[in-house]
């Protein structure tokens, strides 16, 4: 047993930026019964990306070792904001943006985790009902100097920027969460490393044992120095198809490469040691270590076979100068435009080759549009919408769709 426990703790405690502490995760593991560990997520963006999902396959890692774990959606909190990392007050978001943000985060968390395995859980189930009273106790049990430890608060105190009373109150209501459920671990990226401490005092405060906290490292994005981010235009989307998905990664530095491998890959401690070894040592060239780490995320989020399909599409587009064999037929309505005749960019988006109009005219701008292999120059360009149907577009290097124009 004594064997089994440290071969879990070497798994859990690898690829982690902080652990509080891996002795009390020893003596939790010691005990023989499975482990309560939750994540917890509020669902303010409908669309995650392999840097989220860092921590869920670290939530996958605890599954996999028969613990129950817990995916908690902060349905309540996401209405007060999280302000880890912000020099802002985060607007708040509506019920029903929170909800559909909520499916289609839960969509997308099931390819990592066992769907069966998985107690899916919201926070609005305790905290919609603890009512004036409770909240005040809350607030009794933490006092402003401890909130004011917090880096973000007390450099937005000294800056004079708004902090409002409701954001005060955020970490004390995630800290609650752990109390509901009763949680042995908490997991959370490193940014989040303030919210789940403050579960601890709390837990004790209720006679439970303090949870082990443990967080996982940022991913930097295809820019190689940024946090990964949707709206930094560095994401690699769990919903990224095939072969968007491994050209993003064969974009990253070689630099990045372990990291990469280290957090996006779900593998074992001793084949991430093997890699990197390989990398060092010369016996493995960056580039094919790289095709090997894009064709392992595609595999993971679209399935066996589809990571190797990709590497030869790869080739085909980039070596050859090639259309992809399958392009993703896109139907769009007449009734979608307003005229005859619309701008381009417009067009983009509505196709989803873009997330934006704004986006789509610096495409243009950029002469990374083409229309039939022919090069689209004019950023505030009309077409024909009628016209359209058929036509292949091509957004960038990876992005590319074949129109269906309808009535």
């Given at each position: 047993m004594a064997n089994?426990?440290?071969?879990?703790?070497?798994?859990?405690?690898?690829?982690i930026s902080d652990i509080v502490s891996r002795e009390e995760l020893k003596k939790k593991l010691e005990k023989g019964k499975p482990l309560r560990v939750k994540f917890g997520i509020d669902p303010t963006s409908p669309d995650i990306h392999i840097g989220h999902a860092v921590p869920l396959r670290k939530l996958k890692q605890f599954q996999d070792e028969g613990h129950t774990t817990i995916l908690l959606f902060g349905d309540f909190t996401a209405r007060v904001g999280d302000p880890s990392g912000r020099n802002v007050t985060r607007p708040q978001l509506s019920v029903d943006e929170i909800e559909k943000n909520l499916q289609t985060y839960l969509d997308q968390a099931f390819l990592v985790l066992d769907k069966d395995k998985t107690e899916v859980r919201r926070n609005s189930e305790w905290l919609e009902g603890l009512g004036i009273v409770g909240v005040m106790k809350l607030m009794g049990s933490i006092t402003v100097a401890r909130l004011l430890e917090r880096d973000d608060f007390s450099k937005r105190y000294k800056e004079g920027?708004?902090?409002?009373?409701?954001?005060?109150?955020?970490?004390?209501?995630?800290?609650?969460?752990?109390?509901?459920?009763?949680?042995?671990?908490?997991?959370g990226g490193s940014d989040q490393w303030y919210n789940l401490l403050m579960g601890r005092p709390l837990q004790e405060m209720e006679g439970q044992e303090p949870q082990v906290c443990m967080t996982t490292p940022l991913l930097e994005g295809t820019d190689g120095n940024k946090k990964m981010s949707k709206s930094l235009n560095n994401a690699i989307g769990l919903r990224d198809e095939p072969l968007d998905m491994f050209g993003k990664v064969m974009s990253i530095?070689?630099?990045?490469?372990?990291?990469?491998?280290?957090?996006?890959t779900g593998w074992m401690p001793e084949e991430i040691k093997k890699i990197n070894a390989d990398l060092a040592?010369?016996?493995?060239?960056?580039?094919?270590?790289?095709?090997?780490?894009?064709?392992?995320?595609?595999?993971?989020?679209?399935?066996?076979?589809?990571?190797?399909k990709a590497v030869e599409e790869f080739a085909q587009v980039f070596s050859k100068g090639s259309r992809p064999s399958e392009i993703d037929e896109v139907t769009l309505s007449l009734a979608d435009f307003e005229g005859e005749f619309e701008c381009l960019a417009r067009v983009l988006n509505a196709a989803g080759l873009v997330p934006s109009n704004k986006e789509g005219v610096r495409m243009i701008e950029q002469g990374a549009v083409r229309v039939e292999d022919e090069?689209?120059?004019?950023?505030?360009?009309?077409?024909?919408?009628?016209?359209?149907?058929?036509?292949?577009?091509?957004?960038?290097?990876?992005?590319?769709?074949?129109?269906?124009?309808i009535d």
């Open positions: 089994d426990i440290e071969r879990q703790l070497d798994i859990f405690c690898s690829g920027s708004p902090i409002s009373v409701l954001e005060f109150l955020y970490p004390l209501l995630v800290g609650f969460d752990s109390v509901a459920l009763d949680a042995d671990v908490e997991l530095s070689d630099e990045l490469m372990p990291k990469y491998f280290q957090l996006a040592s010369g016996s493995l060239a960056p580039v094919d270590a790289k095709k090997l780490l894009g064709r392992t995320i595609v595999d993971l989020y679209h399935g066996e076979g589809a990571g190797e090069l689209f120059d004019d950023p505030h360009g009309e077409v024909g919408v009628a016209e359209m149907d058929g036509k292949v577009i091509q957004v960038g290097k990876r992005r590319w769709a074949k129109l269906k124009i």
